[in-house]
């Protein structure tokens, strides 16, 4: 990473994929936990009635984390490419095929939102068969995200590789993305082979993701003053 452009790019990419930590918070890991009430349908509907702007804001955190994650990985891109093409094209496809799976996932959570409020609906169905399907349309709503899960796994494991080649940036932390994205692969595969989220472990394994943005942004902090050093002392 020698010149501004790649810092640019360097600063771009640690800015988005911090924004991404609190939004994934928010919106993937606080609010189901939040609305949905375990081994008590009564409960998780009353919570969702009550919450229901929360949810919305959820959806709209949805929104914003897959458009953030593709100005994101466009950004890793152009900095990634040199050490890897064939590498970094994988890491943007597996973006590409998350984010409509992501964004169609939403529907679930708006269609919940608006069963309750249907004059038609209630004009078909009655109150418990309207409570049934909304149960079913925020379960829906977890298992597709175990299904983004998936590729949010896939796209590390390049990144990792390129972060591990690129010589500007820690090799552990290329190698705790590979791990990372191996605990997303994992968790959508036990998740759907025993019908349970109680073996999960990607949770425990997202390190190299904190690490990622902190190391690129000091990366392009010192790279920049290096930069503006050597500008200052070089001959007019």
Not at 25 to 34: A, D, E, M, S
Not at 162 to 189: E, Q, S
Not at 205 to 226: C, D, H, N
Request: charged share 10%.
């Amino acid at each position: 990473m020698k010149t501004i452009n790649e810092i640019r790019l360097a600063r771009l990419a640690g800015c988005l994929y911090l924004l991404l930590i609190p939004m994934g918070v928010f919106g993937i890991l606080y609010i189901p936990q939040w609305i949905e009430v375990a081994d008590d349908s009564s409960a998780t509907l009353a919570s969702l009635a009550v919450h229901a702007t929360t949810v919305r804001l959820s959806i709209l955190c949805a929104f914003a984390i897959q458009l953030t994650q593709l100005f994101l990985v466009i950004a890793l891109y152009y900095l990634l490419r040199p050490y890897g093409v064939i590498a970094a094209r994988f890491m943007v496809l597996f973006t590409l095929v998350t984010i409509p799976i992501a964004l169609f996932n939403e529907l679930s959570h708006i269609t919940a939102l608006l069963l309750p409020e249907s004059d038609l609906l209630r004009g078909v169905f009655n109150p418990q068969q309207l409570n049934a399907l909304t149960l079913f349309l925020l379960e829906l709503h977890r298992q597709g995200i175990m299904i983004a899960h998936l590729f949010w796994g896939l796209w590390l494991m390049p990144m990792g590789y390129l972060v591990y080649r690129c010589g500007f940036l820690p090799k552990i932390i290329g190698l705790l993305l590979i791990i990372a994205g191996i605990g997303y692969c994992l968790d959508t595969v036990t998740f759907f082979a025993f019908a349970t989220d109680r073996y999960l472990i990607a949770q425990y394994t997202f390190l190299g993701e904190v690490l990622l943005p902190i190391a690129l942004l000091w990366q392009a902090y010192t790279r920049s003053k290096m930069l503006c050093s050597h500008n200052a002392q070089s001959p007019v």
